[in-house]
């Protein structure tokens, strides 16, 4: 099913870790929609800024993240 021809809502989740130096890496998709919504996900995974890093004890540590992404397409006239 292709989110843009037809109505679709629901949610994607991603996971990636936030490296020592702030940077996004490991983006893996948790749970998916359909192939189009799927990719949108982990392409606005790429796209995000630099992080601050998580520290503990003083030191710079990596973190993982699970991100839910919710999706509400509208059916378009064709």
Known sequence: MLARK???AGRG???FNVST???VTDIRLVQGLCS???EAVRDSAR???R???GMQAGNSVGV???L???FVTQKLAI
């Open 68 to 70: 839910p992404v919710s």
């Open 13 to 15: 989740i991603v996971r």
């Open 36 to 38: 189009l919504a799927d």
């Open 51 to 53: 992080f601050k890093p």
């Open 64 to 66: 993982a993240f699970r």
């Open 6 to 8: 037809d109505h679709y």
């Open 21 to 23: 130096q702030g940077e």
């Open 47 to 49: 796209r995000l800024k």
